[in-house]
T-cell receptor, first 115, second 114 residues
Framework: AQKITQTQPGMFVQEKEAVTLDCTYDTSDPSYGLFWYKQPSSGEMIFLIYQGSYDQQNATEGRYSLNFQKARKSANLVISASQLGDSAMYFC????????????FGDGTTLTVKP | DAMVIQNPRYQVTQFGKPVTLSCSQTLNHNVMYWYQQKSSQAPKLLFH???????NEADTPDNFQSRRPNTSFCFLDIRSPGLGDAAMYLC?????????????FGPGTRLTVL
């Protein structure tokens, strides 16, 4: 069984500062993928970044980077230079190599960027 | 260009009155998923289609059904909506070969049950 844990229900960050959103996971699959999604108040789930379990390098996409520590089973999202538009709910998710790649989601972290 | 489209964006129905939500995709993805998401909660998978093969989650109520007439379209039917079915319904797609293939989500349909 897969499990995703996001321990921060809510986070605040000052505009232009960096923020880290925590995610830990548990799985028995040898091969898996880790994803972060952003969900603004409009409800759409927006894909941000992906990290494969065998990737040697941490994933980066613009202002987003994923701090992947496989031994600790953590996949934290780092947002640099926060913007007001980054205020949203953020979900960490995992897909295994089996079960048609069904995603397991964490409970989410609500990020509020202060001006 | 929209890749996963959901209609309508907002749906109001009455208690017990059947409702159908639709999802279409331009990605030609093999797999389509339906999720239910209640306020401030994680999305909950209801079922998914792997091509034409339907896969129901064990805890999905019988009240929820789905149809996939072709690769591009997938429908969610709620036969007798209850007040507890008010939620955001998210459709997602992905190609084969997990785990690397990203799930792409539509904008969601927010269902209100009166």
């Amino acid at each position: 069984a897969q499990k995703i844990t996001q321990t921060q229900p809510g986070m605040f960050v000052q505009e232009k500062e960096a923020v880290t959103l925590d995610c830990t996971y548990d799985t028995s699959d040898p091969s898996y993928g880790l994803f972060w999604y952003k969900q603004p108040s409009s409800g759409e789930m927006i894909f941000l970044i992906y990290q494969g379990s065998y990737d040697q390098q941490n994933a980066t996409e613009g202002r987003y980077s994923l701090n992947f520590q496989k031994a600790r089973k953590s996949a934290n999202l780092v947002i640099s230079a926060s913007q007001l538009g980054d205020s949203a709910m953020y979900f960490c998710a995992m897909r295994g190599g089996t079960n048609a790649g069904k995603s397991t989601f964490g409970d989410g972290t609500t990020l509020t960027v202060k001006p | 260009d929209a890749m996963v489209i959901q209609n309508p964006r907002y749906q109001v129905t009455q208690f017990g009155k059947p409702v159908t939500l639709s999802c279409s995709q331009t990605l030609n993805h093999n797999v389509m998923y339906w999720y239910q998401q209640k306020s401030s909660q994680a999305p909950k998978l209801l079922f998914h289609y792997y091509d034409k093969d339907f896969n129901n989650e064990a805890d999905t109520p019988d009240n929820f059904q789905s149809r996939r007439p072709n690769t591009s379209f997938c429908f969610l039917d709620i036969r007798s909506p209850g007040l507890g079915d008010a939620a955001m319904y998210l459709c997602a797609t992905s190609g084969l070969a997990p785990p690397g293939n990203t799930q792409y989500f539509g904008p969601g349909t927010r269902l209100t049950v009166l």
